[in-house]
Structure formats: C-alpha cells, structure tokens
C-alpha cells in the first residue's frame, strides 16, 4: 500500500486554550487539491496552521509521505517538501521581487515552464521592493514563490485573495498543473468558491468547529452537490463568483 502524501490527525486545533476546531483528520494523496471551505472565522487558517505547526494541535500527528513529521517547526516541515501560502500574501518588505525568487528557485536553477505564466505578471514590479507592492501583487509574488520551491505539499490559505478577477482563474489553474504535473498534493483555503470547486478533488467543509463535509469532487455531478451544499442558508457562503467577490475586497482593502 502506497502512503499518503499528507496525513493529519489531532483532536483539536487552537490557540493556547481556546479550541477552535476538534476532531480534525485530514489527508490526501499525491496529487489531490482538497478545498476547505467555511464561513469567515470558522477556521479554514487554523486548520492549515495547525498543519504547518503555527498553531497548537493537541495530540496532533503529522506524517508526509508516509513519515511522521515527529518535530514540527516551519523549517523542519519545509525541509520535508511542506510550503504555506500565509493569508494576506506575506513577504519580506525591504527585499525586491527578483531576490524573493532568487531565494525561492536557488540559484543556477531555471523556473519550471509552467510558471511562466504567473512569472510574467510579476515581471513589470521584479525590481520593486515587496514592501511598496500592491496587496494582489504581494499575494501573487507569495504564491510564485511557494510553488518555485516545487513543495510535494502546499497549504494555501486564500491565495487568490485581493487578486484581479482575470487572474483568480490563471492562479487557481497553474497550481491544478502544478500539481498534476508533478503530484504535488494541496490544501486550499478559497472564498472563491466556483473558482475553487472547479479545480479542486475534494471538499472539506468547516462548520460549527469541526469538519462537517469531506466529499470526492471527480464529475461534474458531484461539484454541482458541493455547490448546492455550500450555498445552503446555514454554510451561507452564497457561492460568489469573481465579480462580486472582487467588490467586496475592494471595500474591504
Ligand atoms: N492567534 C489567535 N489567537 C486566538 N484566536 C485566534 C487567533 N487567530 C484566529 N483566532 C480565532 O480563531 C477563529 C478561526 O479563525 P480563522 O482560522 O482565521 O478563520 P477563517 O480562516 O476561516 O476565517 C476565529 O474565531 C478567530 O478569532
Ligand atoms: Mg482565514
């Protein structure tokens, strides 16, 4: 029997004494995209916190590729192929775009074809200091940067967060070719809903503390049922698509 590629278990997530999620098991398989979904403050950032060792997992155990990760610490979990796409897109202010990818590809390496694409937005502020970018062209030199590092797993928590309409789609489509090509396997926190059902393989749903849904999404069939679901009056996610989505982070920004 083959391994999982991730493997959590933990029987709750939190912050120091305030439990935010219990009972949580999640894993996937090399390859597979599982989308998190819930209500804002239902814990979709605690979740994948609690994953990457930034938040407290009570009894929680973590394996990837089948090896328990016995020491969990941002730079022993990304030595083992493990990257976080943090909410808000966060990078170091005083350091230009071009030395965040220098830093991410190593040098002498050349950037895998599949991210020219998503390079060639970044290109006109290569020069600029992250800390002067935009919010959407922070999060997109965020999201560069993990996928650059070629992770065997990617948390991503909203990253297409304060990002152009036109490029949700592009963002969400290159990790889904990332991750075929090269099986890496994606924990996806998205307001985005469509947008995400559509690239996704699996549903996770957050509701009330705990993990509520946890659906295969392999035909059309069973994305419009997580669709239906999510946009039920108690998930109240209301399914935005782009356009509305967009509206309210311009307000908000
Ligand atoms: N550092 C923290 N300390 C205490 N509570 C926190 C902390 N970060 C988030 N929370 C709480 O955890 C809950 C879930 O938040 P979060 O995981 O950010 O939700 P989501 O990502 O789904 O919007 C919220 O009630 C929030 O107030
Ligand atoms: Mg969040």
Known sequence: MTSKALEFRADSIGYRDAVIIRDVAVSLEAGEIAAVFG?????????????????DAKNGKLSIDGVEQRVRTPEVLASSGLRMILQGGRVFRGLSVAEHLRLAVGSGREPPALLRGLLDVIAPVMRRE?????GGERQMVSVVCALLAEPRILLADEPTLALADDVVNDVLGVIRAVSRATGMAVLLAEQHVKSAVGVATRALLLRAGRITLDEILSTDAERAEVLTILNQPETQMNVPDVQTSAACQVATE
């Open 130 to 134: 992250a800390g002067v970018l935009s």
């Open 39 to 55: 209500l804002n403050g239902s814990g979709k950032s605690t979740l994948l916190r609690g994953i990457a060792g930034i938040a």
